[in-house]
């Protein structure tokens, strides 16, 4: 079994900033894509921010990135660590939503499968 623990949500004013974090634990041999969705209420889950491994890059992934959050968030991921961040800046009340960490095409003894983390609440006030 695969576990993703998030934290970092809470309450922050429009302007202001926030840091998630996820960690991935249990059977792993290698998480290929780890990154945040959020589902703000009333409203589908959204893509926010994913790392996808590639070696050819000098950080180890490649970053996508969607347009809303683009020059606001950034997602860094600790690969050996099976750690995942999203440096949250200049959020406004749009930005409000529960935030999934997802853990995509993880291989372990089972084969090749997804994992999602139970989310955080971020809450942006004005």
């Known amino acids: 079994q695969v576990h993703l623990v998030e934290s970092g949500g809470g309450l922050v004013q429009a302007g202001g900033s926030l840091n998630l974090s996820c960690v991935a634990s249990g059977n792993i041999f290698k998480i290929n894509a780890m990154g945040w969705y959020r589902q703000a209420p009333g409203k589908h889950r959204e893509r926010v921010a994913m790392?996808?491994?590639?070696?050819?890059?000098?950080?180890?992934?490649?970053?996508n990135l969607q347009e809303p959050v683009k020059g606001r968030f950034t997602i860094t991921r600790a690969i050996a660590k099976n750690t995942v961040y999203l440096q949250m800046e200049q959020v406004n009340p749009r930005d409000t939503a529960v935030y999934y960490c997802?853990?995509?095409?993880?291989?372990?003894?089972?084969?090749?499968?997804?994992?999602w983390g139970q989310g955080t609440q971020v809450t942006v006030y004005s």
């Open positions: 997802k853990a995509g095409d993880v291989l372990n003894t089972h084969g090749s499968d997804d994992y």
């Open positions: 790392t996808i491994s590639d070696y050819s890059a000098h950080i180890g992934y490649s970053i």
